[in-house]
C-alpha cells in the first residue's frame, strides 16, 4: 500500500520571520495528518532544521549538485544537505530544468548523487504546453525518466519518489483536471512495469501544479495519485494543511 505524501516546495520565498512563522504554524497544529515534507530554500535549512527536532514532518531541499565537493561556486552538496537535517531532495524541477537548463543527464547525475548519499530523490517529470498541444506528454515523461533509469537502473527508483508536474499547471492557477493527471500517472506506472512491477507498484507518484485546498480531494480521489508537490498552497499554513487533511 503507497502511503500519501504531501511535499511544499517553497520556491524562492520567505524571510528568517515569515519561514519562523509558518513552521511554528505547521507544528501548532500537531502532527500533519499524513506524511508531509517541505522544502525551503537552501538559506532557511538550518533554522527549519531546529524548529522541526523532534517532528513528523520531514525536510528537503529543492536542489543539489552531483559532485562530491569542489570548486563549484554557489552549489550545494549532498553531504552538506545530509549534515543539514534533509531527508529528502527535489530534482529537476521544471524551472530548473527550463531557466537553468537542467539537463536530463544531469537529472539522472543528481539523482544517482542523492542515492549514494541516502537521500530520497523527488524525480520531477512533466510536459510544457506546447508538448501537450503536440500530444507529446507521454514521450516527454518517458524521455526524462528514461535519462533516470540510464543513470542508476530502474531498480534504484525503490528509493526515489516521482512527481508529475505539468509545467503549464504551474503556478498558473489551472490545475490538470484529476482524470488529466491521473491518465499520465497510469501511463507512467505502466512504462515503469514494463521494467519492474514491483517498483511500479511501489512507488509513490505525486501530482504538482496548481494544486489547492480546493481541488486536492478530487485529484487524491485517484487511484494513481499518491499526493502532491504544492508550490503556491504550500506558504500559508491553512490551506497546505487542508492539502495535507485531504491526502488521507
Ligand atoms: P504551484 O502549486 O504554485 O502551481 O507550484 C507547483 C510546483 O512547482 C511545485 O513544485
Known sequence: MRKPLVAGNWKMHGSRASVTALVEGLLDLGATPCQTLICP????LD???????GSD???????LDWHDKGAYTGEVSAEMLVE?????????HSERRSLFAETDVQVGLKVEKCLSSGLT????????????????TFTVVQ???????????VTALRHGIIAYEPVWAIGTGESATPEQAETVHVHIRQYLAKQDENISQNIQLLYGGSVNGENAADLFAQENIDGA????????V???????????
Open 41 to 44: 530554500s537552501f538559506v532557511f
Open 47 to 53: 533554522q527549519v532544521q531546529r524548529q522541526l527536532a
Open 57 to 63: 514532518i520531514a525536510l528537503g531541499a529543492q536542489n
Open 84 to 92: 543539514f537535517g534533509c531527508s529528502h531532495v527535489l530534482v529537476g
Open 121 to 136: 530523490p523527488v524525480i520531477c517529470i512533466g510536459e510544457s504546453l506546447a508538448e501537450r498541444q503536440a500530444d507529446e
Open 143 to 153: 524521455r526524462q525518466l528514461d535519462a533516470v533509469i540510464r543513470q542508476v537502473g
Open 229 to 236: 508537490l504544492v508550490g503556491g498552497a504550500s506558504l500559508k
Open 238 to 248: 491553512d490551506d497546505f494543511l487542508r492539502i495535507c487533511r485531504a491526502a488521507v
